[in-house]
């Protein structure tokens, strides 16, 4: 009893001691070719099997989760032990079962779990790779099938299959390194063979930077430099917990204009994606959500827990991983508008990605990091690499005023995002 | 099984309790439960990783599955791997003060709630507190015959606040997490301590960008230590070529009288009794007065490499062994604080963190301070505030002109290869030449 009938019994005696219990279970496979010094040195093969139990009685919620399909009773008892702690809140419910009417689909019915083809993808990486005179360091190949299922005493139950396809390559010349990944739930979107070729591109033309001064200069960030940032500072800002918890900078500033007016940013779960779905991870039906319409603030995401609390509605906007609670998130998340100047014709300075943008302060959106990979960008072209500096800013301040969006549009994680120009920011040289 | 050389399988069962209180509101309290195992086999060439969930370990039916199984993943390697011999054996587990077991979960939520309400002084707009614990019982067996178990046990917190006035957003955190028992009384001093941080930036200044001299706190100066030279020094990079470490043993990279140790005998929250394939663990001194003596290794990379020894494998549960880091620091040298504050004349004092990066190949970091204060003809003057530190590995370390004697160890968790690892780090005060110092301020 590891399937559906275990989970149809926790669901029953669950309810005889709380007023709702809600199981999430996941089950997946995933094999993964890693290269070590060129060649593929090792391969590796997943099984991963969880339940997350979350009971709730006169408004207080109560978790545990088991990896371990025997102790589910334990796990059971524990979540409801886990209850009786928490502060009770306004709860008005789990969801009802819906007629969802969109489709989502992250899962592809070729892709095969298999590590010959794991390992195939590796030669291609890396052939890809030998087109530049670099050493490969390291990186690989990853395919994964996973099976999501929410349950819960109101009668909901949705079960979905994911599928992932992944690969990395890192890559060095002398002291100059390159690093370039992809991930799709498609395998035939991955082409190992030209990200291998990229980032050992990356490497071999970072070489011979020369210096920069410290000063104000115009930045083109890449999707890559720019997905970083963004989800660092961005992200947790939309989130209606930190909305109402009074740690979001976005706070009371709906209807107003947050950002410059070409750009848009909106959640789109029915669009093809890593983690695209029909319904959220609490069983709420999910839907398009805009959060910046042309510049101007709209809305925030929020979960159930939080939508209760507040006098807010669920968004379907409820994510977790495997065994976890359930908290606000995103499920493709893109960052658009209209594209009406080339960001990389007039000379610039092009950063490919960021170190450190996980110190970045969430709060306040002031960061300072290293770059990796910037070049002198001109008419469109990489034409001479700097050697490195420091890039400092802040995000809301810099999206106040874009000077354009590039037609690179790229998946970076679950942001979709183009490269953005920034007008007279601020690098620090060496 | 002609094709498997050595074959080992480490099993991880254990609960982890978190309690997160955010605003007063107690969000969550509870114990979840996991059951893990990697079985890794060495083929004719390189590595088979399986991971499972609930692996009977004592079957010697399953186990043999297993490993025929990890030996087909094995089997489509390419790359020539060799195991050095390393001496086995485990150290005893430091006894607990107060077992975190015998106190229920009402007490600990109560306790947590303290620390956070004292974060909450007048300014705070939001505090948040979150307690971790862990109870891993470890077992392990190999091919050789080496067989070890062991419990671990981790008890620590993290309270946040953030204050706020006319738009602008500060933050205040602390953090104490330990190996030897219950972690959570008397620690409400934490929590008012990073009330009033947030409460305080408030009104510091953007420090201006540039080179500055700099001195480091300790905690600052132990990621530092973690990110400039730790990760550097990792064998696997190493052997990769990925760090620019590589090649230099006996070379000087530091000033002299600097020495860097990473140690997984000593009590702090990256001790661990016996590493992560069996073998004994010892300090490894990666840089005795100013030159690269060694690498941090595990037995693998020992073979490919030299310069060092084994006992640096580490994994988080579920996932396979790789070289990490325990609990690394820079060894106390001889200035006083004010001695260093006074040598800096005009500087940044830096002080806490918010974490670090580095691209071991490049050679080159960055790490950001929670907040710093300036130094003006050698007096601490007005603070500053969201103010990053970024430098070369290779130059860096001849750029340190005092040590202090004064180290401390920090508390906290490392990511790698998408595993995260319960770590320390630490050093005395340090005072550093042509600082590269990143600020918003004009």
Redesign the interface.
Known sequence: MIGEDLIDRILRDGEKLADEVEVFYARGQSVSADIKKGILGSAEESEAWSIAIRTIKDGRIGFSSTSDPDRWRECLQAALASGRLATPQQWGGLPKPADLVSTASSSDPNLVVSVEDAAGMVDDLLSGAAEHPVEVVGGGANLARSYLMVANTSGTLYGMDRTVAAVSLEAIREQSTGYEFDASPFRAEIDPGSVGEQAASLAARSVGGSDIKTGRYDVVLSPVAAASLIGQVLLPALSGRNVKAGRSFLADKIGEPVFDEHLSVYDDPFAPGLSSTAWDAEGTPTRRLVFVDQGVLQQFAYDLKTGYRYGEKSTGSAVRSEGDLPGIGFHNLFVDGPRTKEPGDERAVWIHDVVGAHTANPFSGDFSVEISNPFWIEGGDLVEPIRTAMFAGNVFEMLREIGGLGKDTRRVGRLTIPSIRLNNQQIIGK | MVDVRYYDIRCV?GETTVIDI???????????????AVIRVLGPK?????????VEIDSKRELNALVE??A???A????E?DLADAPRGALPVPPLGEDPRDID??EK?RLLAGIEDAARVPGV??T?ARYTEGIDSVRFLDSSGNEYSYESVRSGFSVIA?A?RNG????GSERDHVITGFNLRGKQDLGRKAGEIAVSLLDAK?PK???HRAVLDPELAGVFTHEAVGHASEGD?I????S?LGGRIGERIGCEGLVIVDDPTLHEFGFMPVDAEGVAVRRTEIIRDGILTSYLHNRETLAAVGNGIAGHARAEH?A?PIVRMSNTFIENGDATYDEIISECMDGILLIGS??????P????????AEYGYLIEGGEKTDMV????L?G?ILSTLHNIALIGNDRRMSPGYCGKGGQSVPVSDGAPHLLLENA?????GE
Not at chain 2, 76 to 79: E, G, L, N, Q, R
């Open positions: 069962r955010d605003n007063g509101v107690v969000e969550s309290a509870g114990t979840s439960f996991f059951d893990k390189g590595w088979g990783f399986l991971t499972r969930d609930h199984e990890a087909r993943l094995a489509v390697t390419a790359d791997i979960l009402e939520t707009v939001n948040r953030v706020s602008v957003m500060q933050m953007l960008g540039g080179t990079l052997r990769e070529g990925a620019v579920g396979p918010r974490g670090g990066q580095v691209d190949g490049r050679g080159v970091f960055q790490f950001n505030r969201d103010v990053s970024s070369e590269v110092i990143g600020g918003r």
